[in-house]
């Protein structure tokens, strides 16, 4: 007999648009310490901040709304994928249960946001889910470039740092 622990409902951020954005960061669904933080991407050991700082060239110690306002700046829009699901007993992505998810508005979000043209995804389970629940209410998707990355989570340890600087660096063309 297989007994499910229920965990409650968590909800991802709204997103950070900026004037004019080219392309959409999409994660998955933000971490325990993302979501305490209130803050995308807060897990000290995540590469994100320190790839975006490098490809950017802000300071990755800047405060939190100073980066997503840099991030804006270069014409990056930062959201998730799901807007809600159920992930028990862990941060990692695997921990999602498929079956609650819920996507975020994704489709009218580009709508309104004419200018994106490339869409880049953090890790496996961002594209996977985007995939499943979004892809086919995309209108006119051959007008997007689409680019699964390499998770900037410390828990994709098969590639170090390095590695997944220069993945991320090859597709946004810094």
């Known amino acids: 007999m297989v007994i499910k622990i229920s965990s409650a409902p968590i909800n991802s951020f709204p997103p950070v648009i900026g004037e004019n ?10 971490g325990r310490a993302s979501l305490e933080a209130e803050q995308y991407y807060a897990w000290p050991q995540n590469a994100f901040w320190p790839i975006m700082a490098e490809l950017y060239g802000f300071d990755v110690d800047l405060e939190y709304s100073r980066r997503l306002q840099e991030l804006a700046s270069c014409g990056i829009l930062l959201w998730d994928v799901l807007k809600q699901c159920e992930r028990s007993g862990s941060s990692l992505d695997s921990a999602i249960d498929r079956l609650s998810e819920i996507p975020n508005e994704i489709p009218r979000l580009l709508s309104a946001q004419p200018t994106i043209h490339t869409l880049c995804f953090n890790g496996g389970k961002a594209w996977s889910s985007f995939r499943l629940h979004l892809l086919a209410q995309i209108k006119h998707p051959e007008h997007y470039r689409f680019h699964q990355l ?16 220069a993945a991320w660096k090859r597709v946004l063309k810094v």
């Open 21 to 30: 954005p080219h392309t959409l960061i999409l994660g998955s669904m933000p």
């Open 150 to 165: 390499p998770s900037t989570s410390p828990a994709h340890a098969r590639m170090n740092f390095a590695q997944k600087y």
